[in-house]
């Protein structure tokens, strides 16, 4: 009894917690049985939005037919003439609908409701389950933010260790302890596009460039580059030019 009741409970709380952005998921309890509670808790969604929007529009195209019929009668009162206008009254009748999922607040929220419910439902029933959309919205605008305030912070701290930005300098291999190459270029900043294997042609000579190294020199966060002369018939897929310092 306790154990159904338990599972019970965790299934219930298993259909909110679907709501979640899926990537969060992982990071939940593993006794909430996500997978299992992810469609049905689109459905339920769905139902949601039937239960406020059936009564919401019933409402709203009473108030419709009633306001069309105010007007026939208004008109009427004015220009005995004019009779009833039936098709008036079933013009707004007919619109209720639209004006109501598109100019009244209830209209949207069931709107949007039976949209991502179903959304939901189907990604649920396909393998691919999603969270609530404006929920996943808000979450990868919030963590997008967040990962660039963080890099932003990576990359002022890694400046700090580097130092002011001073030329490249050329040093052997022995010098640098990286054995197995011709030479090394030691350079105060990271080079975009020097990338191991990537072919650097020189005026000199054209090398390969093999594992770069981070390491402090004098105080300063330094990258190598070890280059190796290439010599090789190898195919050439990524290169990049560059004048070798003196």
Request: charged share 20%; hydrophobic share 45%; aromatic share 10%.
């Given at each position: 009894?306790?154990?159904?009741?338990?599972?019970?409970?965790?299934?219930?709380?298993?259909?909110f917690?679907?709501?979640?952005?899926?990537?969060?998921w992982?990071?939940?309890?593993?006794?909430?049985?996500?997978?299992?509670?992810?469609?049905?808790?689109?459905?339920?969604?769905?139902?949601?939005?039937?239960a406020?929007?059936?009564?919401?529009?019933?409402e709203?195209a009473?108030?419709?037919?009633?306001?069309?019929?105010?007007?026939?009668?208004?008109?009427?009162?004015?220009?005995?003439?004019?009779?009833?206008?039936?098709?008036?009254?079933q013009?707004?009748?007919?619109?209720?609908?639209?004006?109501?999922?598109?100019?009244?607040?209830?209209?949207?929220?069931?709107?949007?409701?039976?949209?991502?419910?179903?959304?939901?439902?189907?990604?649920?029933?396909?393998?691919?389950?999603?969270?609530?959309?404006?929920?996943?919205?808000?979450?990868?605008?919030?963590?997008?933010?967040?990962?660039?305030?963080?890099?932003?912070r990576?990359?002022?701290?890694?400046?700090?260790?580097?130092?002011?930005?001073?030329?490249?300098?050329?040093?052997?291999?022995?010098?640098?302890?990286?054995?197995?190459?011709?030479?090394?270029?030691?350079?105060?900043?990271?080079?975009?596009?020097?990338?191991?294997?990537?072919?650097?042609?020189?005026?000199?000579?054209?090398y390969?460039?093999?594992?770069?190294?981070?390491?402090?020199?004098?105080?300063?966060?330094?990258?190598?580059y070890?280059?190796?002369?290439?010599?090789?018939?190898?195919a050439?897929?990524?290169?990049?030019?560059?004048?070798?310092?003196?």
């Amino acid at each position: 009894m306790g154990d159904s009741l338990f599972r019970l409970l965790a299934f219930g709380a298993a259909l909110f917690a679907a709501l979640l952005p899926f990537r969060h998921w992982q990071r939940l309890p593993s006794w909430l049985p996500l997978d299992s509670a992810a469609f049905p808790s689109g459905v339920l969604t769905v139902f949601a939005g039937a239960a406020l929007g059936i009564p919401g529009f019933l409402e709203h195209a009473g108030f419709e037919v009633s306001f069309a019929n105010q007007a026939v009668v208004d008109e009427a009162m004015r220009n005995p003439n004019a009779g009833y206008s039936r098709s008036m009254v079933q013009g707004f009748a007919g619109l209720a609908i639209f004006t109501f999922l598109l100019l009244t607040p209830k209209g949207w929220l069931t709107l949007y409701l039976l949209g991502s419910g179903g959304v939901r439902a189907a990604g649920a029933w396909f393998g691919d389950p999603i969270g609530d959309p404006i929920l996943t919205a808000v979450d990868n605008v919030a963590a997008g933010g967040h990962s660039r305030r963080r890099e932003r912070r990576d990359q002022e701290t890694r400046r700090a260790r580097e130092g002011p930005e001073i030329p490249d300098r050329v040093v052997t291999s022995t010098s640098a302890g990286i054995p197995g190459c011709d030479l090394v270029v030691v350079a105060s900043r990271r080079k975009p596009g020097w990338e191991r294997g990537v072919v650097v042609f020189t005026a000199s000579a054209v090398y390969r460039i093999g594992e770069p190294v981070e390491r402090t020199i004098a105080g300063r966060l330094r990258t190598l580059y070890p280059l190796s002369e290439h010599k090789d018939l190898e195919a050439v897929r990524k290169s990049v030019d560059y004048d070798l310092p003196t």
